[in-house]
Nanobody
Framework: QLQLVESGGGLVQTGGSLRLSCAAS????????IGWFRQAPGKEREGVSC????????HYADSAKGRFTISRDNAKNTVALQMNSLKPEDTGVYYC????????????????WGQGTQVTVSS
């Protein structure tokens, strides 16, 4: 069973940066693709980014391209999402989630996720 814990959210002004971190644990943690998705009030869940189990392949939603960077350190069991040039529309609860394959991550099909961390971008 994969367990995930997010941290690093907060309040930031438009144009600012935040770095989200996801700590992973569990027997098979190295074999999971990891994704970040966000949930804003009144909006559907949106996949933001995915990274393969090895870290060699990454994907970004159009809304995140050029501004967000996902990375993972399997030795430290962490996945990070560096978010720059933040906009008010980036506001939401961000979750990291595990998928049994990279393709499943792209499809937002996850088997486990954390409790989420709030990101608020003020205008």
């Amino acid at each position: 069973q994969l367990q995930l814990v997010e941290s690093g959210g907060g309040l930031v002004q438009t144009g600012g940066s935040l770095r989200l971190s996801c700590a992973a644990s569990g027997f098979t943690k190295d074999y999971y693709a990891i994704g970040w998705f966000r949930q804003a009030p009144g909006k559907e869940r949106e996949g933001v980014s995915c990274i393969s189990s090895s870290g060699s392949i990454t994907h970004y939603a159009d809304s995140a391209k050029g501004r967000f960077t996902i990375s993972r350190d399997n030795a430290k069991n962490t996945v990070a999402l560096q978010m720059n040039s933040l906009k008010p529309e980036d506001t939401g609860v961000y979750y990291c989630a595990g998928a049994v394959s990279y393709i499943n991550c792209l499809r937002n099909v996850f088997t486990s996720w954390g409790q989420g961390t709030q990101v608020t971008v003020s205008s």
